[in-house]
């Protein structure tokens, strides 16, 4: 059973850091593009950072400099480490393996003062 679970959102002040993490089960990690998404309220899903099986990175233009994907294919983890938020980047944010077509259950990011 394909299974993708993320942790680590939550709340940050603008200018502010969090990680998010995505636990990956039931397919093999080694092969698959793993994805980052975020849907804003109102807004469409966007992708927001992309990795290849061999480490190659992607990401929307309004993220780049501050965010950074990685993944450790050891673990079957996918990570987004993003830094100097704002608040628009306010979204939940979805972790998705792209060929497996599998979501996670989505982990809200909320940037305010």
């Known amino acids: 059973q394909v299974q993708l679970v993320e942790s680590g959102g939550g709340w940050v002040q603008p200018g502010g850091s969090l990680s998010l993490s995505c636990a990956a089960s039931g397919f093999t990690f080694d092969w698959e593009p793993m994805s980052w998404y975020r849907r804003a309220s109102g807004k469409e899903r966007e992708l927001v950072a992309r990795i290849s099986p061999h480490g190659r990175t992607r990401y929307v233009d309004s993220v780049k400099g501050r965010f950074e994907i990685s993944r450790d294919n050891a673990k079957n983890t996918t990570n987004l480490r993003m830094n100097n938020l704002k608040p628009d980047d306010t979204a939940v944010y979805y972790c998705?393996?792209?060929?497996?077509?599998?979501w996670g259950q989505g982990t809200q990011v909320t940037v305010s003062s």
């Open positions: 998705n393996a792209l060929l497996q077509g599998a």
